[in-house]
Structure formats: C-alpha cells, structure tokens
C-alpha cells in the first residue's frame, strides 16, 4: 500500500508545524520529521501541506507544487464590493454559460468548507441549456397535469406552483426558473455530520465565485419547495442518491442585465454582547 504522507527530506527543517496543526493529531515528529501514526484518523483537511513553509510535505497524493502560494488575494475593499455587488439574477440569456468558465467555478467552488471536512455532498447541474428547457418544460407539463387532475400534493406554496405552470403555458413566462439555461441541484449525505449546513455554505462560496466571474446567479427557494413537494420524483431522475438528502437549487447563466453600483444596506446590526 502507498503511505499518504511523504516528506521531502531534503526540504523539511524540522520545524514540527505540521504536528503543531494536525488537528485530529494524526502526525508526531520522529527523527526529526513529522510521520503519520495514525492514517485512518486523517481528517483530510491538507492543513499540514498548507502551513509547511519550505513545501516538504505531500499527503493523499496532494503536493505543494500543485498548491497556489498565497499571495495577491482579494483586498477587503475588492472583496466587500463583490459581496455588496452580488445580485439575485433574474434575467439570463439563453445560451450556455461556456464550459471552461462554469468548470472553473465549480472546481473552486468545491473548496468550500464542509463540517468535519466531510466533503460528502452531491452536487448536480443542468449544465446545458437544451436540457435544461426540457426539464423545464417537463416541470410544468407535470404540474398542470397534476392540478387537472386535483392531485397536486397540498402545501401552502401549491397554488403558486399551479399559478405558475398556467404562466407558462399562456405567456411562456418562467416564474420557478426565471429563465436560467442551467439550474444546480446540491445534496448532502444524510450521514454527514454538517449535513444541513455544509450545502449552504457551498453555495454561498459559489454564487460569489461565478458572479466574480461574471456569471449570473440566484438562489431558488420556489424550485427546492416545487421539487420537495411537488415533484420529489423528479429526484432520482435528476441523479440524486437516495443516500443524500436533498438541500438546495441555485440557478446560473449569463446575465442578460448589468447592475451599474452595490447596494448599500447600512451599518450591521449587531448586538454586542457583554459578559
Ligand atoms: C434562501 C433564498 C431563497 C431564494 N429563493 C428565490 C426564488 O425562489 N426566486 C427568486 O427569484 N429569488 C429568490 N431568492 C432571492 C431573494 O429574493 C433575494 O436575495 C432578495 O430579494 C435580495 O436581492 P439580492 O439577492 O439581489 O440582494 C432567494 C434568496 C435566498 C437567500
């Protein structure tokens, strides 16, 4: 079996940081450089090839020189008028977001945290924009047809997916999808020790990396609750593992506006607390 961990020892100086920040302590120092005692309690996390300063550590087949150093990072001001810059996009244009652009977003994406580091989400899109009519198409069929026959589930958003589905087919307007050429589906396994809150946060590190990037983005409730109650058949036709738990849809696509400033909301409000 190959060992995970493997040390440079022409490089490593001893300096036992990777030890010091190990946090489920897998990692002692012998002979001078650090040795993994403990492999299957590995969290994953890559922290130790992170904080090696003179890039002597590789692990799980990770080494540093596929690592970015980190230098030229986003200012607080750059950073800020990206988060007040971001909006619920709700006019796309219809092509595909290009592969490379939506790949790279994806991927970076996927470095979100997740709790325990469990990394067990599933993560789903309709990345391409005839496919994405078609299931859009398909969500409305089915609706109307449920509602012809009194059978959509009851929930207090049903009218409004009925209401919606008769949108679409008297004026083709897209009230659950606003349109989007791609929708991404997220699930987290149920096993997962953060299984409700890792989702979120991948999305939120998504949404701001493609809108960084110049690609549209808007969370949508009204297309989870269709699916949840509606449709939850469409589930596995989608992909989703009956393992996972479904947890969210984001829509993405090409924005067919441009916001000219941010939004100011004001100061925080914020209670500070004293003890
Ligand atoms: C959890 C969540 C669910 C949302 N669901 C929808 C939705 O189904 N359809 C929609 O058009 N916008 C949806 N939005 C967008 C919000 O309406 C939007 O964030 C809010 O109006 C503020 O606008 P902004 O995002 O441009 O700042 C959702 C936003 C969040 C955070």
Redesign the pocket.
Known sequence: MTQPLAIDRERCIGCGLCVSDCLPRVLQMRDGAPALINADACMRCLHCLAICPSGALSIHGRTPEESAPLEDLPSFSSLSRLVKG???V?QYRPENVPAPVLKEILDAAAHAPTGVNARRLWVGILDDAASMNAFRAEVYETISDLAARNAVPPSPRSTFFVRSAQLWKEKGEDALF?GAPHCLLVGNHKDAPCRDQDPFIYLSYLELLAQSRGVGS??????YWCLKLVLPDFLPRLGMPESHSFSYVMLLGMPAVRYART?EHGPALVNSIRW
């Open positions: 971001r909006r619920s709700r606003r808007c969370w949508c409730g009204l297309a939004v």
